[in-house]
């Protein structure tokens, strides 16, 4: 199989954050060298702690999830997305293609021999070598194989794929700027905070009602009609272009805590605890038990191994996630906007985290041949 995509291509189109830069719906910024950490929370005093926390909930209208029910409900929510996003947008063919029968009885016989094949090895395995070993081995080989991909001195993986997921999270927040001003949302009851966002709102309020007048008026040429068609979209661009510039200041502080604290995750929790991430991974999905041939994870085996791979890391991101991006939200000098807040604890935006950090994780386990990954798997936003 041949890989589909690397660590430069992990993301949506769209702008991109760096921090320490400024953001805009129609630029591009340098590769950052790094990112800072973020204060770990619960170092200060009691008075000082209740103070911040009144302060943070002063400057985070809304506050973020709080108890671990919640917190494990946004996990489950991100983690089914995904599951959507992947088994709704695979294309294995193109649906208007002809199919060949005979090439299809072929490529059948194919594949029942490389199943008698894999069977086959399942019941000659080796006695001195059980599941139990196996299951040992794939431990070992999942935490050495991972554990140089969070280690920031080497190489670039954390690097490029948050770079990556801050195009994609970008990507997500200008859609759901826009989103809010579209006719269905727009009377949500959300207070205006700025003039292009409330002419916008009125707009797309009206588009239906505008289009149908423009296309009832009685016109000397059709030319003339769409001309006027084409202006209003052009009008309704450029509206939705100025939305998108006033709200990107707000969108680069988000990045920058949002961002810190997803780095802070791979170096305080995630790389600390890769050998009992490892352990619950192999255990859970019981791959040992389809590991014909030692150490491997087959194809036919992918599907759960991601399961329970992606349960766990969800689990351990959202867990560990939302107090330090309460704190870090709220150093910033500027009040966020309670849809701000509501977007970064969005089962989409933890969707994204996963898509781009655990399909790199996926193609490295690959090329280092523990892992078989089924042809046309990935979502089709992962791989545009």
């Not at 200060?44 to 103070?51: H, I, K, L, Q, R």
């Not at 009602?209 to 202006?231: C, F, N, S």
């Not at 309670?338 to 969005?346: D, K, W």
Request: proline share 6%; with cysteine.
């Amino acid at each position: 199989m041949t890989r589909s995509s690397t660590d430069n291509d992990a993301s949506a189109r769209g702008a991109v954050y760096i921090p320490g830069t400024a953001v805009s719906p129609q630029t591009k910024t340098p590769v950052p060298s790094g990112h800072v950490k973020p204060s770990p929370p619960g170092t200060s005093t009691d008075a000082e702690g209740a103070a911040t926390a009144q302060e943070a909930a002063r400057r985070v209208p809304g506050s973020l999830l709080v108890t671990t029910r919640d917190k494990l409900g946004l996990s489950t929510a991100a983690r089914k997305l995904r599951d959507e996003q992947i088994s709704a947008r695979v294309v294995y063919f193109e649906p208007d293609a002809r199919t060949n029968a005979d090439l299809d009885r072929i490529t059948e016989g194919v594949i029942a021999e490389l199943h008698a094949i894999q069977d086959a090895g399942e019941a000659q395995r080796p006695r001195g070598k059980d599941v139990a070993e196996i299951e040992i081995e794939l431990i070992a080989l999942l935490r050495t194989s991972l554990e140089p991909l969070v280690d920031p001195h080497r190489g670039n993986f954390l690097r490029l794929r948050l770079l990556g997921l801050s195009r994609w999270i970008t990507t997500l927040f200008f859609e759901s700027a826009i989103a809010r001003g579209d006719g269905d949302t727009a009377g949500s009851g959300s207070a205006v905070a700025t003039p292009e966002q409330a002419v916008y709102r009125a707009v797309a309020r009206q588009h239906g009602a505008i289009v149908d007048g423009l296309k009832a008026m009685r016109y000397e040429t059709p030319a003339v009609r769409d001309a006027a068609l084409e202006r209003f979209a052009r009008v309704e661009r450029e509206l939705q272009t100025d939305l998108l510039t006033c709200t990107a200041p707000e969108l680069e502080r988000l990045l920058a805590a949002f961002l810190d604290v997803v780095g802070a995750f791979f170096q305080e929790r995630f790389r600390p605890n890769l050998g009992e991430f490892a352990w619950a991974v192999v255990r859970g999905s019981g791959v040992a038990r389809t590991a014909t041939t030692g150490a491997h994870v087959p194809e036919r085996a992918f599907n759960r191994f991601r399961e329970v791979f992606e349960k766990q890391f969800l689990d351990e991101l959202v867990l560990y996630a939302q107090e330090p991006l309460l704190a870090r939200l709220s150093e910033t000098p500027e009040i966020f906007r309670p849809e701000t807040v509501a977007f970064v604890e969005s089962p989409k935006v933890f969707s994204a985290v996963c898509s781009v950090m655990c399909d790199g994780f996926y193609d490295h386990l690959r090329s280092e041949g523990m892992l078989d990954l089924p042809t046309g798997w990935r979502s089709i936003r992962e791989t545009v």
